[in-house]
Protein backbone atom coordinates (compact mmCIF):
# COMPACT_ATOMS: atom_id res chain seq x y z
CA UNK A 1 0.00 0.00 0.00
CA UNK A 2 1.13 3.51 -0.95
CA UNK A 3 0.21 6.11 0.39
CA UNK A 4 0.26 9.12 -2.31
CA UNK A 5 -1.40 12.12 -0.33
CA UNK A 6 -2.39 13.15 3.00
CA UNK A 7 -4.35 16.71 4.57
CA UNK A 8 -5.64 17.00 8.65
CA UNK A 9 -9.19 17.97 7.98
CA UNK A 10 -10.80 20.53 10.41
CA UNK A 11 -12.79 18.04 11.94
CA UNK A 12 -9.35 16.14 13.33
CA UNK A 13 -9.70 13.00 10.83
CA UNK A 14 -6.63 12.67 8.85
CA UNK A 15 -7.83 12.04 5.16
CA UNK A 16 -4.98 9.72 3.23
CA UNK A 17 -5.44 8.74 -0.58
CA UNK A 18 -3.15 5.31 -1.36
CA UNK A 19 -2.94 3.06 -4.49
CA UNK A 20 -2.21 -0.54 -3.83
CA UNK A 21 -1.59 -1.83 -7.12
CA UNK A 22 -4.04 -1.00 -9.91
CA UNK A 23 -6.65 -0.57 -7.11
CA UNK A 24 -6.99 3.77 -5.90
CA UNK A 25 -8.79 4.00 -2.33
CA UNK A 26 -9.37 6.72 0.47
CA UNK A 27 -8.69 6.00 4.15
CA UNK A 28 -10.04 8.51 6.71
CA UNK A 29 -8.59 7.96 10.39
CA UNK A 30 -9.23 10.02 13.44
CA UNK A 31 -6.71 11.34 16.16
CA UNK A 32 -6.60 7.97 18.51
CA UNK A 33 -3.63 6.72 20.66
CA UNK A 34 -5.00 3.18 20.37
CA UNK A 35 -5.97 1.15 17.07
CA UNK A 36 -9.08 1.38 15.77
CA UNK A 37 -12.07 -0.60 14.19
CA UNK A 38 -12.20 -0.35 10.22
CA UNK A 39 -15.00 0.62 8.02
CA UNK A 40 -15.16 -0.37 4.59
CA UNK A 41 -17.63 1.59 2.55
CA UNK A 42 -18.67 1.09 -0.63
CA UNK A 43 -20.85 3.32 -3.07
CA UNK A 44 -23.78 1.45 -5.23
CA UNK A 45 -23.16 0.11 -8.42
CA UNK A 46 -19.71 1.20 -9.16
CA UNK A 47 -20.16 5.50 -8.62
CA UNK A 48 -16.91 7.16 -7.29
CA UNK A 49 -15.32 6.85 -4.19
CA UNK A 50 -15.08 10.81 -4.13
CA UNK A 51 -19.05 10.96 -4.47
CA UNK A 52 -20.32 13.56 -1.75
CA UNK A 53 -22.83 11.36 -0.13
CA UNK A 54 -19.84 8.96 0.58
CA UNK A 55 -17.66 11.21 1.39
CA UNK A 56 -19.80 13.31 4.10
CA UNK A 57 -20.71 9.43 5.48
CA UNK A 58 -17.01 8.19 5.62
CA UNK A 59 -15.96 11.39 7.65
CA UNK A 60 -18.85 11.24 9.53
CA UNK A 61 -17.75 8.01 11.02
CA UNK A 62 -14.29 8.63 11.11
CA UNK A 63 -14.85 11.34 13.97
CA UNK A 64 -16.76 8.62 15.63
CA UNK A 65 -14.06 7.11 16.10
CA UNK A 66 -13.30 4.11 13.29
CA UNK A 67 -11.03 4.21 10.38
CA UNK A 68 -12.79 4.27 7.41
CA UNK A 69 -12.13 3.08 3.47
CA UNK A 70 -13.10 3.28 0.14
CA UNK A 71 -12.09 2.15 -3.20
CA UNK A 72 -12.45 2.54 -7.17
CA UNK A 73 -13.05 -1.18 -7.49
CA UNK A 74 -12.61 -2.70 -11.22
CA UNK A 75 -14.82 -1.00 -13.27
CA UNK A 76 -15.78 1.21 -11.06
CA UNK A 77 -15.18 5.17 -10.23
CA UNK A 78 -12.37 6.08 -12.59
CA UNK A 79 -11.48 2.78 -13.27
CA UNK A 80 -10.87 1.38 -16.67
CA UNK A 81 -14.28 -0.34 -17.94
CA UNK A 82 -14.09 -3.66 -20.35
CA UNK A 83 -16.15 -3.28 -23.75
CA UNK A 84 -18.88 -5.46 -22.12
CA UNK A 85 -19.15 -3.09 -19.31
CA UNK A 86 -19.21 0.11 -21.89
CA UNK A 87 -21.90 -2.11 -23.67
CA UNK A 88 -23.83 -3.45 -20.98
CA UNK A 89 -24.27 0.23 -19.52
CA UNK A 90 -25.34 1.38 -22.96
CA UNK A 91 -28.08 -1.13 -23.32
CA UNK A 92 -28.91 -0.15 -19.81
CA UNK A 93 -29.38 3.71 -20.86
CA UNK A 94 -31.20 2.30 -24.02
CA UNK A 95 -33.94 0.02 -22.14
CA UNK A 96 -34.79 3.18 -19.28
CA UNK A 97 -35.18 5.64 -21.73
CA UNK A 98 -37.67 3.33 -23.64
CA UNK A 99 -39.31 2.38 -20.76
CA UNK A 100 -38.18 -1.38 -21.17
CA UNK A 101 -37.24 -3.72 -18.75
CA UNK A 102 -33.76 -3.68 -17.46
CA UNK A 103 -33.42 -6.42 -15.14
CA UNK A 104 -31.67 -9.03 -17.27
CA UNK A 105 -28.87 -6.17 -18.47
CA UNK A 106 -28.47 -5.04 -14.47
CA UNK A 107 -27.47 -8.78 -14.11
CA UNK A 108 -24.86 -9.06 -16.47
CA UNK A 109 -23.38 -5.47 -15.59
CA UNK A 110 -23.93 -6.36 -11.76
CA UNK A 111 -23.04 -9.32 -11.47
CA UNK A 112 -19.70 -8.89 -13.17
CA UNK A 113 -18.45 -5.98 -11.05
CA UNK A 114 -19.12 -7.70 -8.31
CA UNK A 115 -17.01 -10.69 -9.46
CA UNK A 116 -14.37 -8.21 -9.86
CA UNK A 117 -15.09 -6.23 -6.75
CA UNK A 118 -14.88 -8.05 -3.92
CA UNK A 119 -11.36 -9.75 -4.35
CA UNK A 120 -10.13 -6.44 -4.77
CA UNK A 121 -11.60 -5.47 -1.34
CA UNK A 122 -10.27 -8.78 0.31
CA UNK A 123 -6.92 -7.94 -1.22
CA UNK A 124 -7.36 -4.40 0.19
CA UNK A 125 -9.02 -5.47 3.82
CA UNK A 126 -5.55 -7.11 3.96
CA UNK A 127 -3.41 -4.55 3.37
CA UNK A 128 -5.33 -2.19 5.71
CA UNK A 129 -5.38 -4.51 9.18
CA UNK A 130 -1.38 -4.29 8.52
CA UNK A 131 -1.87 -0.73 9.93
CA UNK A 132 -0.13 -0.03 12.98
CA UNK A 133 -3.52 2.19 13.53
CA UNK A 134 -6.04 0.17 12.45
CA UNK A 135 -7.00 -3.06 14.67
CA UNK A 136 -10.33 -4.17 13.63
CA UNK A 137 -13.07 -5.62 14.15
CA UNK A 138 -14.09 -4.65 10.80
CA UNK A 139 -17.80 -3.74 9.61
CA UNK A 140 -19.03 -2.84 6.01
CA UNK A 141 -21.25 -0.10 4.51
CA UNK A 142 -23.14 0.33 1.46
CA UNK A 143 -23.37 -1.07 -1.68
CA UNK A 144 -25.62 -4.74 -1.07
CA UNK A 145 -24.91 -6.53 -4.12
CA UNK A 146 -21.18 -6.73 -3.30
CA UNK A 147 -21.22 -6.74 0.76
CA UNK A 148 -23.48 -9.72 0.68
CA UNK A 149 -20.72 -11.76 -1.34
CA UNK A 150 -18.39 -9.90 0.76
CA UNK A 151 -19.96 -11.05 4.12
CA UNK A 152 -20.51 -14.54 2.68
CA UNK A 153 -16.82 -15.12 1.93
CA UNK A 154 -14.61 -13.01 4.68
CA UNK A 155 -14.77 -13.94 7.57
CA UNK A 156 -13.52 -10.78 9.11
CA UNK A 157 -16.71 -8.70 8.50
CA UNK A 158 -18.55 -8.57 12.04
CA UNK A 159 -21.31 -6.02 10.85
CA UNK A 160 -22.89 -4.80 7.90
CA UNK A 161 -25.10 -1.85 6.97
CA UNK A 162 -27.09 -2.18 3.51
CA UNK A 163 -28.50 0.20 1.43
CA UNK A 164 -31.55 -1.48 -0.56
CA UNK A 165 -31.47 1.12 -3.36
CA UNK A 166 -29.16 -0.79 -5.52
CA UNK A 167 -30.20 -4.13 -8.11
CA UNK A 168 -28.89 -6.96 -6.29
CA UNK A 169 -28.46 -9.81 -8.59
CA UNK A 170 -29.95 -13.43 -8.09
CA UNK A 171 -26.61 -14.81 -7.21
CA UNK A 172 -26.56 -12.41 -4.54
CA UNK A 173 -29.95 -13.06 -3.52
CA UNK A 174 -29.38 -16.51 -3.03
CA UNK A 175 -26.03 -15.60 -1.18
CA UNK A 176 -27.95 -13.27 1.51
CA UNK A 177 -28.83 -16.93 3.33
CA UNK A 178 -25.24 -17.01 3.68
CA UNK A 179 -24.88 -13.80 5.24
CA UNK A 180 -25.41 -14.54 9.47
CA UNK A 181 -23.68 -11.58 11.49
CA UNK A 182 -25.50 -8.63 12.36
CA UNK A 183 -27.25 -6.34 10.29
CA UNK A 184 -28.68 -3.13 9.37
CA UNK A 185 -31.03 -2.40 5.85
CA UNK A 186 -31.68 0.49 5.11
CA UNK A 187 -34.68 0.82 2.63
CA UNK A 188 -36.17 4.21 0.87
CA UNK A 189 -39.68 3.18 0.69
CA UNK A 190 -40.72 5.15 -2.48
CA UNK A 191 -37.46 4.19 -4.53
CA UNK A 192 -37.86 4.60 -7.82
CA UNK A 193 -35.62 2.31 -8.96
CA UNK A 194 -35.90 -0.57 -6.53
CA UNK A 195 -39.11 -2.49 -6.25
CA UNK A 196 -40.16 -2.84 -2.26
CA UNK A 197 -41.27 -6.06 -2.29
CA UNK A 198 -37.99 -7.16 -3.94
CA UNK A 199 -35.99 -5.41 -0.61
CA UNK A 200 -38.24 -6.57 1.63
CA UNK A 201 -38.05 -10.58 0.22
CA UNK A 202 -34.17 -9.81 0.18
CA UNK A 203 -34.09 -8.44 3.39
CA UNK A 204 -36.63 -11.97 4.53
CA UNK A 205 -33.56 -13.99 2.80
CA UNK A 206 -30.35 -12.76 5.03
CA UNK A 207 -29.67 -15.70 7.44
CA UNK A 208 -28.50 -13.50 10.15
CA UNK A 209 -30.38 -14.17 13.68
CA UNK A 210 -29.90 -9.87 14.58
CA UNK A 211 -31.56 -7.59 11.58
CA UNK A 212 -32.86 -4.70 11.71
CA UNK A 213 -35.09 -3.00 8.77
CA UNK A 214 -34.62 0.84 8.67
CA UNK A 215 -37.47 2.12 6.22
CA UNK A 216 -38.26 6.10 5.48
CA UNK A 217 -40.56 7.75 3.15
CA UNK A 218 -38.91 9.25 -0.63
CA UNK A 219 -36.89 8.30 -3.33
CA UNK A 220 -33.75 6.79 -3.87
CA UNK A 221 -31.36 9.55 -3.14
CA UNK A 222 -33.22 10.53 0.25
CA UNK A 223 -31.80 8.98 3.00
CA UNK A 224 -31.98 11.28 6.10
CA UNK A 225 -28.93 11.57 7.62
CA UNK A 226 -29.82 10.42 10.69
CA UNK A 227 -29.49 7.13 9.39
CA UNK A 228 -25.99 7.90 9.07
CA UNK A 229 -26.06 8.50 12.64
CA UNK A 230 -28.23 5.67 13.89
CA UNK A 231 -25.75 3.84 12.12
CA UNK A 232 -22.83 4.66 14.02
CA UNK A 233 -24.65 3.44 16.67
CA UNK A 234 -25.36 0.35 14.98
CA UNK A 235 -21.63 -0.06 14.25
CA UNK A 236 -20.29 0.66 18.10
CA UNK A 237 -22.44 -2.09 19.41
CA UNK A 238 -20.91 -4.87 17.15
CA UNK A 239 -17.29 -3.09 16.63
CA UNK A 240 -16.38 -1.25 19.89
Not at 30 to 40: N, R, T
Not at 69 to 81: F, L, N
Not at 143 to 168: D, S
Amino acid sequence: MHFTSEQRLDDGVLEREFTLGEIPGTLWTPESAVPVPLILMAHNNGLPKGDPRLVARARHSATSGYAVATIDAAGCGDRPRSAADEQARADLRRAMQAGEPADEIFESLVGSLVDRAVPEWRTTLDALLGLPEIGGPVGYSGWTAVGIRLAAVEPRIAAVGFFAGGYVPRAQREEARQVTVPLLFLLQWDDEGNPRQRALDLFDAFGTKEKTLHANLGGHTGTPWFEVEDGNRFYDRHLM
